[in-house]
């Protein structure tokens, strides 16, 4: 195949992927670069790839800010929650489901009313009406129980369940193993892949995730980091009339809020190299057949 | 002799037990607290619905307000914006879902040809990194690299273009919105065709290669069929997503200025069915698009049965 490849022809490849990989990093690199510079090269518009005028200051002003700190905790406080939550429930659920329904008679019962609340849901205004009748409103739960079950990761770990050999499951059940005890030490330990790809999903999902914080939020105090970060964005959509966008970059204040952006992002790069190696085994094991 | 078989009885006893009355209710046991948290937050919410035919008022709460029957839809079709958020919303989730599929198709076959494995690894490593980052900061980004002052026209002043203000402008919005979508997840889905390249049958290259097919007809009759099905089913399962065309992005770009080209469903029923306290409208409105949304995705799901032999649920 190769010695088919002309040079033009390989040439252009190199270029377009180049390109495009470029138009990925750039612009981050840039984010970056500006939370190092001072404030008035950035506001100038001067700032490329590399800083101008290097400094630390934004990020000595990040130390001294309680609130970006408390909305950062409450944002480690949520993921760990909610990953939590997400995995326990996730598991109990998968191993039933994986079951036919000659072993679990209920099973395709359930099933359904899984895929019916996956495909069909009340909307943001029931399901905000039904958090705020429950007192829910700002207390971290707001954050974590609405999407306790995330379907799709029960769906992904049940098709993984359902391809271990029967065999084991029969081979324990012959020693007198309970159900849990099937479950906890030979599922399980056998799942790893799938329960870390599950897991970083649902990490990565606590971690990004804005909108509840704005929703079910009415103290800005209790915002977790990726609201408190689109507050600082929000200037840009109150905007009402053209001459205050074009303003916009001297007056906000740019290296600050980059450097803000440039932190929440160093939980998820810490994270980074574990999902690059699974979330292939998630794309690939969530389309599988049933 | 005698020892070994009563212990093949016993064994029996056992599997039959592990498949009866104990275990059906061990399965339901498994399956309760998540059922309970679907109850409270995906089931209780759906009753909600019938906030869209009534004239909801949060004191009275459901019982108390007063039903209206279809005038909450009749509204909705009277209202002057109604068209224009529903041509907003199908124009740019068409094009997302169009070139979201032909861009990651392009690039997978393109990152095929590099063979240096270390820098295919790097190229890959870097084309992920947009996905896992939230819209709260890519708008971030995104808002620095078109402001008026910003790279982009900085850019384009070098070719003598006059500034623009991209962000501000309805003639240029919705190629942003669609744009930077892409940009983001170009890479990440990339990933599923690799794997359907790799899933090719090499014999087939050679063979094509013995009867003289060029590289381009190497593509154009082993490569691209081998792929279809995959590409099918990717396109079917986007397609569901035709009346959402990313609330999280247009929700933290958009601005009044360019309403008329980005405010789309999601974003209308979040600004006057939330925050206008106007409950009934928006949830009739989110009825309305529940309904469509889930209609796609059972014919989505019979397609991708059909067409490439998997099922999505």
Redesign the interface.
Known sequence: MKAHTSKTANFFIWLVVLALTASCLLPLLNMVAISFSDSASAAANEVGLIPIHFNLNSYKLILEDSQFWRSFGISVERVILGTAINLILIVLMAYPLSKNKRVFHARNIYMNLLIFAMLFNGGMIPTFIVVKSLGLMDTIWALVLPGAVPIFNVILLMNFFKGLPDALEEAAIMDGASKMTILFKIYLPLSLPALATVSLFAIVGHWNDYFSGLLYMNRAVNYPLQTYIQQLNIDITKITDVSQLSSLASISNKTLNSAKIVVSTVPLLLIYPLLQKYFVTGMTIGSVKE | MQLTRKKGVD?QL??KQ??GKN??L???L??L???L??L??????????V?AFQNYI?AKGILGSTWVGLANFKYMLEIPDSLQILMNTVIIASWKIVLGTIVPVV?AL??N???IKWAKRT????????N???W??L???????F?????VN?FLATFGVKPI?F??SNHWFRQIIIGSDV?KG???GS??YL?ALTGIDPGL?EAA?IDGA??WQ?LLHVTLPGMLPIIM?MTALNLTNILNAG??QI???????VYETGDII?TY??RV??LGQQ?SL??AI??L???V??TL??SANQASKKFA?????
């Open positions: 064994l056992t599997r592990g498949k275990s059906q061990m399965y339901h498994m399956m607290p998540g059922m948290f679907l409270v937050f995906s089931f209780v919410p759906m009753l909600g619905i906030m949060p690039f393109l990152l040809e590099i063979r190229i890959q490593t870097i084309v992920y990194l947009p896992f980052l939230s709260v900061v708008a971030a980004v995104v808002v620095n690299l402001d008026y002052h910003g790279p900085t203000l962000m501000g940009w170009f890479g990440y990933i599923i794997a290259y290669e060029s590289r190497q089913m609330f999280d929700f933290n770009l958009y601005n009044p200025i999601d029923v979040y069915g939330l409950y928006g949830t989110g009825l698009k529940s309904v949304g889930a995705m059972i032999n998997m099922q999505i649920f």
